[in-house]
């Protein structure tokens, strides 16, 4: 999926040219010269650090899922015309639906159909979305024993394991219980940290208020997969 995903990125960059090129990077992504691409994304930066696809590109470079986020959202929301608009949408797409938020995720695929009717990235994005509503407002037994956790908190999702693993030391080291998991999304795996073990919502708020003052991490309290 990952290498279908870069051969529809490459198509796409030779359909264009009002853009800088970014296809070289690209390639060097795919075949995994990483450093590569950052060297070239340095030299396309100087030479327009606003051309659209020049954002694509830093934000497929960027491992922190919520800063590539905002990275595929400049290019989305200022150039819906550019080269790249529709795979950042599709990006978009996968992070709310590797997070979670379902709902939000069903938005932007219908974005992506009505929008970008003959993307290639629409086949892709074309799955089976859970009813996030009726996950979230499950009625618990009332045998249930008090003790049992029933939520936990999603502090960020990471393209790179290290990056994940780095946030969940931080937690640990403050005494906090630290989990990851891992979702396959589009052909990319992003590894989920999730803090703590809560009984109910309002035990979660604390902790939620710690990750925005001392991390700026805008957590989300979901239910624990029991």
């Known amino acids: 999926m990952k290498k279908i995903f870069f ?84 990006r978009i797409f996968s992070y709310h639906y590797a997070m979670g938020l379902y709902k939000k995720a069903e938005t932007y695929l219908s974005k992506l159909k009505t929008e970008y009717p003959n993307s290639p990235y629409i086949k892709s994005a074309d799955r089976n979305i859970p009813d996030e509503t009726i996950a979230e407002n499950v009625s618990e037994p009332q045998t249930k024993p008090a003790e049992k956790f029933n939520y936990t908190i999603q502090a960020g999702a990471f393209l790179n394991a290290d990056n994940a693993k780095k946030l969940c030391e931080q937690f640990k080291a403050d005494g906090y219980t630290c989990e990851i998991t891992t979702k396959e999304i589009g052909g990319s795996i992003l590894n989920v940290v999730n803090i703590g073990k809560f009984a109910n919502e309002e035990e979660t708020k604390s902790v939620l208020d710690y990750l925005s003052d001392k991390y700026k991490i805008n957590g989300r309290t979901v239910l624990l997969n029991n």
Do not use: C, H
């Not at 529809?8 to 795919?30: G, H, P, R, Y």
């Open 7 to 90: 051969l529809f990125l490459l198509f796409v960059s030779k359909t264009f040219s009002q853009e800088i090129d970014i296809t070289d990077a690209l390639k060097q992504i795919e075949f995994g010269n990483i450093q590569n691409a950052k060297r070239t994304l340095q030299e396309l930066s100087a030479q327009n650090s606003s051309d659209p696809s020049v954002i694509f590109l830093d934000a497929v470079l960027t491992t922190n899922g919520s800063e590539a986020f905002k990275k595929y959202s400049i290019v989305y929301e200022k150039y819906p015309k550019s080269n790249y608009a529709d795979a950042s949408l599709y």
